[in-house]
């Protein structure tokens, strides 16, 4: 999954940038909502997360602009605000869930995990191909009674693949879910992961397939 997070304290923003990644997520992060729109300008995110108060305006007028754009990316709003009229009044704006600050990153990851449930954003932690298992959770790679872990790009490129077994991506595709603005990727990247994919695949009853000028695809061997 790719997220965005709009919050201009650094070491809050940082924390949270470090724990999403660590849960093999690509995130971009912005402290203003200049630098926001010029995100949403380039890439397309599953999961917006965005404070209210930023240094060159109030959150809530992103919020309401991306919702009347017909913008249905979900959006957690991160709030120092516990009033219920405050809660009520964004909810009403368009936002999916909030947070309130101080809080809990595990609260927070839940909140991320049943926004995406209700948007049809996230499957099952395990999805099956022709004998061969993704457990997205585990970041494990399962078949003929094998277990081969995975680093976090290797689960993140095996998703894409796995919840779309047939459909060709091309190489910009798979670098817009892989890698965060931030990173330094190429289309050379992205030959180097379908290689490695390649090694762990094998033996397995799947395989990704290179549909010339194109780019890739999963295919049941």
Known sequence: M?????????????????????????????????????????????LMLLDIMLPDGDGRALLESQRQDTNRCPVIV???RSAVSDRVSLLDLG????????????????????????QGRATDN????????????????????QVIALRNRELRLLEVFFKAPGQVFSKSHLIDRMFSLSDEASENAIEVYV??????????????????????????V
């Open 78 to 80: 991160i709030t120092a």
């Open 2 to 46: 790719r997220f965005l997070l709009i919050e201009d304290n650094p070491k809050l923003a940082s924390a949270i940038v470090e724990r999403l990644r660590l849960d093999g997520h690509a995130v971009d992060h912005a402290d203003t909502l200049d630098a926001a729109h010029s995100c949403l300008a380039v890439a397309r995110y599953d």
């Open 195 to 220: 290689a490695r994919l390649r090694k762990r695949l094998d033996g397995s009853g799947t395989k990704i397939e290179t549909v010339r000028g194109l780019g890739y695809r999963m295919v049941a």
């Open 95 to 118: 936002a999916d869930d909030y947070i309130t600050k101080p809080f809990d990153f595990s609260e927070l990851e839940a909140r991320c995990r049943a926004v995406l449930r209700r």
């Open 126 to 145: 395990r999805i099956s191909i022709a004998g061969t298992t993704l457990d997205s959770t585990a970041g494990e790679l399962l078949f003929d009674g």
